[in-house]
């Protein structure tokens, strides 16, 4: 009997995931239809891809930390501080490129850091704490873009020494339109799996959004793992803010707005559970990539670009009913 | 439930001699683990008054009392992870302070509590070498030795009379016996001398809990000094080598099996 149980318990369990990468096929067909060879094109898919690029970063980040049974609401802050510390570092304070590319990191990691320090010794629910680092650091990184120039909104990145590099590494579009961000995504992904699912960290990642108290009672250091998740995460932040300003040359205080958001919903509809404890970067990476397609095929189609919204939403609450039936199932089999 | 119905009953005198015929012999009166004059409190609480009790290695000591008696506030204290308000805890006769339940582990003291010894979303494997991965390679690339978990997990289970159909398999999807053998058998592999128990046999059924107690029986057999909480008289009896009974947080009883048939005991704990 438990024979059976388990085996339909592991097919449910694959469910999430699977129900993904099937959603993001059915989504492409649809598309496919009703935006016909402009989707089809490459110059469509990589429109679709390098809108997903950016998103797929954060969520990578927001997997880890979700599945470690965390959130952090303040990722799209993190992206406008980053892309406007590279900004006001080199065009304000003389910095060269390279150099202000590696301070914006340090200053990401120390506020993943504290956003993770705060969670772990507060012991308040990371999404009230976020919420808050949310608007401090909005607030923070408009005021310092106004301190400094008395605008929002800076450019002449290119005009820096080191910028060519930097657009190369970061910015470039070197095949078929595609976008040289679509490599950093799934480098990141490759590199989260990999240390998901074969390092010690990666179990105690699990461990940590699964049942923390089981973890610490063998001994895992359950508040360190957390405040690397953060940093993790503030870090793959870091890295979508500064791609952004290499790209656009410039950047915006308001940067990153709404993302998020964005990035919660792709890696819940990746299956990711919002209890922690379980999910796949796979899965994140596919629900960017839903996300991508959704924002692009709409325009593609000439649907006015307000059902988008309509559509994510409706496409969230979905995966969060398939992601319950799961969590149903594991908890009536423990 | 008569307690000629546990097999553990049958087999138990052998392994129990074999186990003092082990080179303990200066260390006999030595107990493994022992709680000296514990005193607790919780602010106005008293959980534990001058408490008392001593684990040695080899035979499984009951701690029995009924909800509230205190059992898991004293065990705790034995696995560092409250520090108590007075006493002493002695590790083969030796002073120690833990200061975390790290330590404790370190120094041979696993514990096992009843709902928070696995997590239920993750593997067996997984579970069974989570904290203590062994991994290969260096640096960067230093990774957890999955093959070995694996097999490792399989190995050990195997041992304990659970046939896994896959190492793979969430611990979610076995039952809360080879859940409570999982755990115990991880302690053992990771060199416990002292196996702490905390109503491991609470929510099982009745085959279930004959398999738990078989396993912690095999436990004591293997050397180790087994802390066995329960407050079912009928479940400690048959596996108990001594017997400590908690009430309102004082040590109202601590003798050997022989001195108490398992009605005393029973009536014991409710208090005559
Ligand atoms: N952290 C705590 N803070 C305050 N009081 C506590 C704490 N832990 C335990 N107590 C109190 O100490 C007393 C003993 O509790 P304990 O959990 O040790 O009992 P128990 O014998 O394990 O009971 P049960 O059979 O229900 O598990 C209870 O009155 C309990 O309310
Ligand atoms: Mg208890």
């Known amino acids: 009997m438990s024979r059976r149980a388990s085996g339909s318990f592991t097919r449910t369990f694959l469910g999430p995931g699977a129900a993904a990468a099937v959603g993001a096929i059915l989504i492409w067909l649809l598309f496919a239809g009703a ?5 089809r094109s490459m110059a469509g898919t990589a429109s679709y891809l390098n809108a997903a690029a950016p998103l797929g970063i954060l969520a990578v980040g927001v997997a880890l930390l979700m599945i470690g049974g965390e959130f952090d609401l303040s990722v799209g802050s993190i992206v406008g501080v980053s892309g406007m510390s590279v900004m006001l570092l080199t065009t304000e304070l003389g910095w060269s490129v390279w ?3 590696a301070g914006t990191v340090v200053l990401c990691l120390l506020i993943g850091f504290l956003n993770g320090l705060t969670v772990v010794r507060t012991q308040l629910p990371s999404f009230i704490v976020t919420l808050a680092t949310l608007f401090i650091l909005r607030g923070l990184t408009i005021a310092a873009a106004r301190g400094f120039t008395s605008r929002t909104q800076l450019g002449g990145l290119d005009d820096i020494s080191g910028y060519e590099i930097a657009r190369a590494v970061l910015g470039s579009a070197p095949v078929g339109g595609l976008r040289i961000s679509i490599v950093w995504w799934l480098g990141c992904a490759a590199l989260a799996t990999w240390v998901l699912l074969r390092t010690p960290w990666g179990n105690w990642i699990f461990a940590a959004g699964g ?7 063998v001994g895992v250091r359950i508040g360190r793992v957390k405040i690397g998740l953060f940093m993790t995460n503030a870090l793959c932040a870091c890295l979508v803010g500064i791609i952004q300003a290499v790209r656009f040359s410039g950047a915006d205080a308001l940067r990153g707005q709404l993302q998020e958001f964005y990035a919660i919903i792709a890696v819940v509809i990746g299956g990711t559970l919002l209890t922690g404890g379980y999910g796949t970067i796979v899965g994140a990476v596919i629900g960017a990539l839903i996300f991508g397609m959704v924002r692009q095929g709409i325009v593609m189609s000439g649907i006015d670009a307000d059902w988008f919204q309509v559509f994510l939403g409706g496409m ?3 995966a969060v009913f398939v992601n319950r039936t799961v969590l149903v199932r594991a908890q009536r089999a423990s | 439930m008569d307690d000629a119905t546990l097999p553990v009953e049958a087999g138990a005198a052998q392994p129990r001699l074999e186990a003092q015929d082990k080179p303990h012999h200066e260390d006999r009166d030595v107990p493994r683990l022992e709680a000296r004059d514990i005193s607790m ?7 534990l008054e001058n408490a008392h009790m001593a684990a040695h290695a080899g035979e499984v000591t009951c701690l029995l009392g009924d909800n509230g008696a205190g059992k898991s506030t004293l065990i705790k204290v034995l696995a560092g992870v409250h520090p108590p308000t007075e006493g002493a805890c002695l590790l083969d006769g030796e002073a120690v302070h833990f200061l975390s339940p790290r330590e404790a582990l370190n120094r041979g003291i696993a514990t096992v509590y009843q709902d928070l010894a696995m997590v239920p979303l993750m593997s067996v494997w997984r579970n069974f070498f989570l904290g203590s991965e062994p991994t290969t390679g260096r640096g960067p690339f230093r990774r957890i030795d999955v093959g070995r978990c694996r097999e490792e997990t399989h190995t050990q289970l195997t041992a304990m009379g659970i046939e896994l159909r896959d190492p793979d398999q969430p611990v979610g999807s076995l039952s809360g016996g080879e859940r409570q053998a999982v755990a115990i058998a991880r302690a053992l592999h990771f060199g416990a001398r002292v196996l702490i128990l905390d109503e491991p046999t609470a929510a099982l059924g009745l085959r279930q809990s004959e398999r738990v ?5 095999h436990a004591a057999d293997r050397g180790v000094a087994v802390v066995f909480v329960t407050h079912t008289p009928h479940h400690a009896h048959p596996v108990g080598d001594r017997f400590v009974v908690l009430r309102r947080g004082r040590v ?3 003798e050997p099996r022989e001195a108490l048939p398992v009605e005393k005991l029973a009536a014991l704990m409710s208090g005559e």
Do not use: D
Not at chain 1, 35 to 39: D, E, I, K, P, T
Not at chain 1, 211 to 217: G, K, V
Not at chain 2, 41 to 47: I, L, N, P, S
């Open chain 1, 211 to 217: 049942q923390p108290e089981a973890a610490r009672n």
């Open chain 2, 252 to 254: 109202v009883a601590n």
């Open chain 1, 35 to 39: 935006a016909g060879s402009a989707f």
């Open chain 1, 316 to 318: 969230l609450l979905l």
């Open chain 1, 99 to 101: 150099p202000a590319i």
């Open chain 2, 213 to 217: 107690l078989e396993h912690v029986r």
């Open chain 2, 41 to 47: 409190r919780f602010g106005k609480v008293v959980a």
